[in-house]
């Protein structure tokens, strides 16, 4: 049985997830654009950097699929 306390680790990769796409949408660029050189790499901005901690506090989703496949 799961607890309320152990779906808090869940929340996260969603949450990242959801402020990447906000961020990427309606994000306001023109501080970006003001405290960034010309030649910025593709991997610079809070879009990205909120994509890349949802991929690093994905793991309980995938330990939870994965008992959830062994189960069956």
């Known amino acids: 049985m799961i607890r309320g306390a ?8 969603p949450t ?5 796409l906000l961020t990427g949408v ?3 660029h023109s501080a ?8 910025s790499s593709p ?11 949802g991929v690093f506090h994905a793991a309980p ?3 939870l699929i994965r008992e959830r496949r062994g189960s069956f």
């Open 43 to 53: 991997l610079s901005g809070m879009a990205t950097m909120y994509l890349l901690m």
């Open 26 to 28: 309606v994000g306001d």
């Open 6 to 13: 152990d779906w808090l680790p869940l929340a996260a990769s």
């Open 32 to 39: 970006e654009m003001l405290c960034s050189d010309t030649h």
């Open 16 to 20: 990242f997830a959801i402020m990447a």
């Open 61 to 63: 989703w995938l330990k």
